[in-house]
Nanobody
Framework: QLQLVESGGGLVQPGGSLRLSCAGS????????IGWFRQAPGKEREVISC????????YYADSVKGRFTISRDNAKNTAYLQMNNLKPEDTSVYYC???????????????????WGQGTQVTVSS
């Protein structure tokens, strides 16, 4: 069974950058779509980016488009979320998730994903 572990969160100043990693074990990530979600206190979990399993097509939420980049390294069985020009409103717990043989369309729901990491805190503050 695929297990995911996120890392790379932390405290960063507005305008700064972080790269989150999502390391897979127990199965290969390359047959899975990878989703990055975030959830702030009192808010619903929202999808911010997704990388399809079939053609590596991507989806980005409007709030992060142009600032965040999703990628994967199959040799390392790891996915990444590069976050640039971070804003205070990006403060949240970030989760990676995997969905077997899934296409990232405009309609992406947390329930579509079967494997989840434990989450990593990202805080953007001066």
């Amino acid at each position: 069974q695929l297990q995911l572990v996120e890392s790379g969160g932390g405290l960063v100043q507005p305008g700064g950058s972080l790269r989150l990693s999502c390391a897979g074990s127990g199965a290969s990530l390359d047959v899975n779509a990878i989703g990055w979600f975030r959830q702030a206190p009192g808010k619903e979990r929202e999808v911010i980016s997704c990388l399809s399993s079939s053609d590596d097509s991507t989806y980005y939420a409007d709030s992060v488009k142009g600032r965040f980049t999703i990628s994967r390294d199959n040799a390392k069985n790891t996915a990444y979320l590069q976050m640039n020009n971070l804003k205070p409103e990006d403060t949240s717990v970030y989760y990676c998730a995997a969905a077997w043989s899934y296409y990232c369309s405009r309609w992406i729901y947390p329930g579509d994903f079967t494997s989840w990491g434990q989450g990593t805190q990202v805080t953007v503050s001066s």
